[in-house]
């Protein structure tokens, strides 16, 4: 199953917990695309990304279990 991420600080909360979880973004804007990263890079990727244009769509994890 897998949990949604909504804002900035449940990624970070994410991080803090379990820093290697993959998690799954996908992007619009010039260009469309998704990229998997662990928590802990994804709040950077995403600045990078937001700096060409691009906006995330959606964030998510898959829960264990």
Do not use: I
């Not at 991420?5 to 799954?24: F, G, H, I, W």
Request: charged share 30%; no cysteine; proline share 3%.
């Amino acid at each position: 199953m897998d949990k949604w991420l909504t804002d900035e600080s449940q990624l970070k909360a994410l991080a803090a917990a379990d820093r290697l979880r993959p998690v799954l973004v996908r992007y619009r804007g010039q260009t469309e695309g998704r990229f998997s990263a662990p928590a802990q890079d994804v709040v950077d990727l995403v600045t990078m990304l937001e700096a060409t244009g691009r906006y995330v769509r959606d964030m998510s994890y898959r829960m264990e279990g």
